[in-house]
Nanobody
Framework: QVQLVESGGGSVQAGGSLRLSCAAS????????MGWFRQAPGKEREAVAT????????YYADSVKGRFTISQDNAKNTLYLQMNSLKPEDTAMYYC??????????????????WGQGTQVTVSS
């Protein structure tokens, strides 16, 4: 059974930083595509960043490029999202997700079947 547990969310002022972590268990971490998604109240869930865990190839939403960095520690089966220069519009529930490495899943952000419970990020102006 796949388990994904996020941590690291919180409240920060605009311009600040946070690092989210996602501890993964129940499967072979290195065979999956992993990603961070977010959903703000009244908005659809969107892909923030994804990484193909075997190759390390990364993909970012245009809104976070240059500010957020997705990374992994395969030895610890842990996924990270370093968020810098945070803006109020980054406020959302952030979710860790995993998918089978089917073609296009990492680049498109579509097809993730395993989800964590989410961690709240609130950025005040």
């Amino acid at each position: 059974q796949v388990q994904l547990v996020e941590s690291g969310g919180g409240s920060v002022q605009a311009g600040g930083s946070l690092r989210l972590s996602c501890a993964a268990s129940g499967y072979i971490y290195s065979t999956y595509c992993m990603g961070w998604f977010r959903q703000a109240p009244g908005k659809e869930r969107e892909a923030v960043a994804t990484i193909y865990t075997r190759s390390g190839s990364t993909y970012y939403a245009d809104s976070v490029k240059g500010r957020f960095t997705i990374s992994q520690d395969n030895a610890k089966n842990t996924l990270y999202l370093q968020m810098n220069s945070l803006k109020p519009e980054d406020t959302a529930m952030y979710y860790c997700a995993a998918a089978q490495p089917t073609p296009g899943v990492c680049s498109s952000g579509v097809g993730f079947g395993y989800w964590g419970q989410g961690t709240q990020v609130t950025v005040s102006s």
